[in-house]
């Protein structure tokens, strides 16, 4: 249950711009905005930072990106965002059985070995205490630019943030995320609960 209730969008008139930004990626503006607002500053500072880290003019693919996030967010523990990060994975293209098949993609055939150790590496980054070592960042070279390895670890540090914030308000899931959730899970034979973030 929500620790703190997220607000209508209309309580915040002035931040409508920010939220219209979630629903051209989302569909709808996200809960841990909703309850972000109560601070407007950080609605704003969070919207701004967002659109940079998932800017579709960067060079890493935008469903990779939100892969990415997924799996920085598995490492963290958050229900929500894992559930976030599948709905914009599958809205920027991730086919269903690539989006079942994110947790165990090192030994995927979907999965590049430049996405395998770009998924890696968020997992290592994500982690606590952080687990990239010298090795892993070699193998990520290999792969990937220097501006793309700063786009790749830019998703992990805003999840690293939104992780926190989501599960230490217990962020009530919104029904689109927990259905592509549930799918996923279902194709992989997993369970799935929204947990803590359960309406």
């Known amino acids: 249950m929500s620790r703190l209730t997220p607000l209508p969008a209309d ?34 500072a969070f919207a701004q930072l967002n659109a940079a880290v998932m800017d579709p003019s960067g060079e890493v693919d935008l469903g990779l990106r939100r892969l990415i996030g997924h799996v920085a967010s598995k490492a963290s523990g958050c229900l929500y965002c894992q559930a976030h990060t599948l709905l914009g994975a599958s809205n920027f293209g991730v086919p269903a059985d690539k989006l079942a098949a994110v947790w165990h993609h090192a030994h995927s055939p979907l999965f590049s070995p430049a996405e395998r150790v770009a998924l890696d590496f968020a997992l290592a980054a994500a982690s606590q205490p952080n687990a990239v070592t010298d090795e892993l ?17 830019g998703v992990v540090a805003m ?12 962020t009530p899931l919104e029904a689109v995320p927990a259905a592509v959730a549930q799918r996923a899970a279902d194709t992989a034979g997993q369970a799935w609960s929204a947990g803590k973030h359960e309406r």
């Open 11 to 44: 309580h915040s008139p002035e931040l409508a711009d920010h939220f219209n930004f979630f629903l051209g990626t989302l569909g709808f503006t996200p809960n841990s905005v909703l309850t972000m607002q109560r601070k407007p500053g950080l609605v704003r």
């Open 137 to 153: 960042f070699e193998a990520l070279r290999a792969h990937w630019s220097e501006a793309q390895i700063v786009e790749i670890l």
């Open 159 to 170: 999840f690293g943030f939104l992780n926190r914030w989501n599960d230490s308000m217990a």
